[in-house]
Nanobody, 121 residues
């Protein structure tokens, strides 16, 4: 069983920073993409950032130049450095991963439980 666990969320003032971490556990044959989504109250879940095994990244327009996604392939971890945070960034942030299963090599997805980020004065 492959599980994702996020950490690093919390309460921060506007303009502050947070660093989110996500680590995958379990047997994985290969990872295709890891990324972060977020969901604010009353809003649909939206893509924040993704990163491929080769290091290619994509960001939502709303977070470009403020957030940075990175990964440690050896540890099966992905991170999201969030700077210049705004109240609009308040949401539950979810880590996600697309991968091939270790046992049958079929493509699968996994989601973390989410970590709350609150940006408020």
């Amino acid at each position: 069983q492959v599980r994702l666990v996020e950490s690093g969320g919390g309460l921060v003032q506007p303009g502050g920073s947070l660093r989110l971490s996500c680590t995958a556990s379990g047997r994985i044959f290969s990872i295709n993409v890891m990324g972060w989504y977020r969901q604010a109250p009353g809003k649909e879940r939206e893509l924040v950032a993704v990163i491929t095994g080769g290091g290619s990244t994509n960001y939502a327009d709303s977070v470009k130049s403020r957030f940075t996604i990175s990964r440690d392939n050896g540890e099966n971890s992905v991170y999201l450095q969030m700077n210049s945070l705004k109240p609009e960034d308040t949401a539950i942030y979810y880590c996600t991963m697309s991968y091939r299963d270790y046992f049958d090599r079929r493509p699968r997805e996994s989601w973390g439980q989410g970590t709350q980020v609150t940006v408020s004065s």
